[in-house]
């Protein structure tokens, strides 16, 4: 079922992510520079939302992604950014060296090394339920198409993919998410169904 979304909503979600995305990097690297380049043409056609410059002056592209459903254990790699004007979607376009997909609602930054992760993907893209959602901008009303991705599937294939729990209040460092397994004895409440939708 494709779902609608306001470029307003998505842009507050994508805010938030690239602010996350920002005190992360900052963090693993803290004399490095961020350049944020969302409204930079010549990186919008490259897929880049911010330049990372390392101290020794190496400057690596990052593309992010926000999602804000709870309970999401799934990508959205979008293959087709606007189906009325045919474009390609970033996923397939993007000349980033890392994709930082942030997990609003879990606290979660997943750490995807994107060449590599695309080159996993794409002999596999037709094993995945692709998804439609629409996007309203004013009166312009868009398409947007992408692939439903177990996160398990692609940590389980790729073994550079990171998963780092975001710093919630009174909490003084990151560290490494894990998923906890249920205590014996102890069963857990079924979810409710997940809606497969990008940010």
Not at 78 to 99: I, K, Q
Not at 145 to 161: H, I, L, W, Y
Not at 172 to 190: R, Y
């Amino acid at each position: 079922m494709a779902r609608g979304f306001s470029m307003r909503g998505v842009m507050g979600v994508g805010d938030r992510a690239v602010q996350h995305a920002r005190e992360w990097l900052q963090s693993v690297e803290p004399g490095s520079r961020i350049h944020d380049v969302q409204e930079d043409p010549r990186f919008q056609h490259r897929g880049v939302d911010l330049l990372w410059e390392l101290p020794s002056g190496e400057v690596r592209g990052i593309e992010v992604k926000g999602d804000r459903q709870p309970r999401r254990k799934r990508y959205f790699f979008e293959l087709v950014s606007n189906l009325e004007r045919d474009t390609p979607g970033c996923f397939l376009y993007s000349g980033a060296d890392l994709m930082l997909y942030v997990f609003l609602v879990q606290g979660e930054l997943h750490v995807l090394p994107l060449k590599t992760v695309r080159e996993w993907f794409l002999p596999r893209a037709k094993a995945y339920e692709l998804r439609h959602t629409f996007t309203q901008t004013g009166a312009i009303r868009y398409t947007t198409v992408g692939a439903v991705v177990p996160v398990k599937d692609v940590q389980e294939a790729v073994a550079e993919v990171k998963v780092i729990r975001l710093r919630r209040r009174g909490e003084s460092a990151e560290e490494p998410a894990s998923e906890a397994a249920p205590s014996p004895g102890t069963a857990s409440a079924p979810e409710p169904p997940e809606e497969d939708v990008p940010y």
